[in-house]
């Protein structure tokens, strides 16, 4: 069994279309959306949810008003100016527990629902997906949740890949995603801000010790930009495995909800085939 994850430093490079057609290609795997924060791998696999589970993440303060005699003690502890009158603001309490810890009388810690995972069925197999609400965090740890469930599904399906859909960028969530994995595909585009956060997460790769590929998309969008890309991951050391150009075909795709190696069998489409084909038959190092 092998777990590639499909990263890219910023959003809007196409890492999600490309992990799409990859989950159209494969066989025998399972397929986890692991960016938590903004799920749309679902948008299209189109899922039929199967289970749903709650996830909380970390705990908030609660003030009994009647226990509490108003010392003040709670609004002293409190650094992140979370308790106003003797009550506490749900979205402003970082979870600490100090002032529990200092009016154990009055004050106790209490779980939220923090978002919802969910094991589902797509055409291409089973998913696992996520979806943290509104100004909830520990994203990471639901990151890890998902993760953990697609690794038991594929044990137990003897699935030959794990395919998972990273979040953008090289926060909490993407090391949750990146750590452990076998294989990463980072997905970027030839622009500045694409080079620039190219950088940042090939670093990160490095790091966890995770081997990295580079895939270029819409490359002949800008071919000065994408031979600089090439030229620092040859300095580097980190192989270019792709070269996807542009397209119309990908918008038309999206628009139906469907990856576009289904769609067309024009320019992109064979090179996602071909990308395929070389990450499935690259020996794990």
Same mark, same amino acid.
Request: hydrophobic share 40%.
């Given at each position: 069994?092998?777990? *590639? ?103 106790? @810690? ?5 978002? !919802? ?26 990151? @890890? ?61 490095? !790091? ?35 070269? *996807? ?41």
């Amino acid at each position: 069994m092998r777990e *590639i994850v499909v990263l890219s430093g910023k959003g809007g490079t196409g890492k999600t279309t490309v992990l799409a057609s990859f989950a159209a290609l494969a066989e025998n795997s399972v397929l986890c959306d692991c960016d938590v924060d903004a799920p749309n791998l679902h948008l299209l696999l189109a899922p039929q949810a199967e289970e749903a589970h709650e996830f909380c993440g970390l705990q908030v303060a609660h003030i009994d008003s009647e226990a509490c005699n108003e010392c003040g003690l709670c609004v002293d502890a409190c650094r992140f100016d979370a308790i106003h009158d003797f009550r506490v603001d749900p979205l402003a309490c970082e979870g600490c527990g100090l002032c529990a810890r200092v009016c154990p009388h009055a004050i106790s @810690m209490h779980d939220v629902l923090a978002g !919802h995972w969910y094991v589902s069925r797509t055409r291409f197999g089973p998913l696992v997906h996520a979806r943290l609400r509104a100004a909830q965090e520990n994203s990471g740890k639901l990151v @890890m949740a998902v993760r953990d469930r697609a690794r038991k599904m594929a044990q137990e399906a003897n699935a030959l890949y794990i395919l998972s859909d990273g979040p953008p960028g090289i926060g909490c969530p993407v090391i949750s995603s990146l750590s452990g994995a076998g294989m990463a595909l980072i997905v970027t585009e030839p622009s500045l801000s694409g080079i620039h956060d190219l950088e940042r997460v090939l670093g990160l790769c490095h !790091h966890f010790r995770v081997n990295p590929l580079v895939c270029v998309n819409k490359y002949d969008l800008s071919e000065e930009n994408s031979r600089r890309i090439e030229d620092y991951c040859g300095d580097a050391g980190v192989e270019v495995v792709g070269r *996807i150009p542009f397209d119309p075909d990908v918008n038309s795709a999206i628009v139906q909800g469907r990856p576009v190696v289904e769609m067309s069998d024009g320019a992109a489409s064979r090179e996602i085939r071909t990308l395929w084909e070389a990450i499935a038959t690259r020996p794990v190092p």
